[in-house]
């Protein structure tokens, strides 16, 4: 799935039944057939999965999923 990457937020909290939650939420935008415009979602991503490091804010990446619709790896697009 190609998007353009509008936004990251970093977390690293405990949650109520004490887990550490730590990873990052992505924002992103893509076309739609059924939106006029861009839609857009939050992806969560767990510790260890990381964007590539020279990707920025408003730059196209390519995001796979596995199976289950989990990311398992994302790339330069």
Same mark, same amino acid.
């Given at each position: 799935? %190609? %998007?353009?990457?509008?936004?990251?937020?970093?977390?690293?909290? !405990?949650?109520? @039944?004490? $887990?550490v939650? *730590? /990873?990052?939420?992505?924002f %992103? +935008?893509? #076309? &739609? =057939?059924?939106? =006029?415009?861009?839609? !857009? =979602?939050?992806?969560?991503? *767990?510790d260890?999965?990381?964007?590539? #490091?020279d990707? *920025? @804010?408003? $730059? !196209?990446? &390519?995001?796979?999923?596995?199976? #289950? /619709?989990k990311i $398992?790896?994302?790339? #330069? +697009?």
């Amino acid at each position: 799935m %190609v %998007v353009k990457i509008v936004g990251v937020q970093n977390l690293n909290f !405990t949650n109520n @039944s004490g $887990e550490v939650i *730590k /990873g990052m939420n992505i924002f %992103v +935008a893509f #076309k &739609d =057939e059924n939106v =006029e415009g861009l839609r !857009t =979602e939050k992806f969560f991503l *767990k510790d260890g999965l990381n964007i590539p #490091k020279d990707i *920025k @804010s408003n $730059e !196209t990446i &390519d995001i796979c999923f596995n199976h #289950k /619709g989990k990311i $398992e790896m994302i790339n #330069k +697009a």
